[in-house]
T-cell receptor, first 118, second 114 residues
């Protein structure tokens, strides 16, 4: 079963520290998303890439968040400096666009990184 | 500004009965809708979808209904099983407009009691 792999699974850090979250999308998928889940906002889109090029990062606080895809097998989300309000579960998802009748029309999500900033 | 709204944070039903989860959207450009299921400590998993050219899509025990004029969709689970207990997210997309973005609701926690 192909899966999206996210590391670390859990991260506890102190305010002001840099946090890096990693995602390995499914091989062959050309679109990668970063979502954040909070109780108040539900699932919010932070940024996404198509063929490694950033298409939209309007959901990210630009001053502290950055997202990159150094290569097709790795996407990273960095927070520097981290703040307590960044505490959330961060999900990566990948998919193959454009959709065809032979592909799954939904994106595949990883298990998430639970970030706690104290 | 929530473009996709799931107004019921939780729903509890008896095993064997029907579960109906509701979702409303405000953006008329949305033309593709998906439901995801999420268990604790796992990522959301795709469940079922519907294009705006249809008003119903069925997959086993799961049926999604779309009412475009009301900008409303619902997910029916019949019969409900304890393993269906999870958080269900509704998502919408402007597919024909070429947007890959999924806009999610806040989710509804379904509990199916044995």
């Amino acid at each position: 079963d192909a899966r999206v792999t996210q590391t670390p699974r859990d991260k506890v850090t102190e305010m002001g520290q840099e946090v890096t979250m990693r995602c390995q999308p499914i091989l062959g998928h050309n679109t990668v998303f970063w979502y954040r889940q909070t109780m108040m906002q539900g699932l919010e889109l932070l940024a996404y890439f198509r063929n490694r090029a950033p298409l939209d990062d309007s959901g990210m606080p630009k001053d502290r968040f950055s997202a990159e895809m150094p290569d097709a097998t790795l996407a990273t989300l960095k927070i520097q400096p981290s703040e307590p309000r960044d505490s959330a579960v961060y999900f990566c998802a990948s998919g193959l666009v454009p959709f065809t009748s032979r592909t799954n029309y939904g994106y595949t999500f990883g298990s998430g990184t639970r970030l706690t900033v104290v | 500004d929530q473009q996709v709204k799931q107004n019921s944070p939780s729903l509890s039903v008896q095993e064997g009965r029907i579960s109906i989860l509701n979702c409303d959207y405000t953006n008329s450009m949305f033309d593709y809708f998906l439901w995801y299921k999420k268990y604790p400590a796992e990522g959301p998993t795709f469940l079922i979808s519907i294009s705006s050219i249809k008003d119903k899509n069925e997959d086993g025990r799961f049926t999604v209904f779309l009412n475009k004029s009301a900008k409303h969709l619902s997910l029916h689970i019949v019969p409900s099983q304890p393993g269906d207990s999870a958080v269900y997210f509704c998502a919408a997309q402007n597919f024909q407009g070429g947007s890959e973005k999924l806009v999610f609701g806040k989710g509804t926690k379904l509990t199916v009691n044995p």
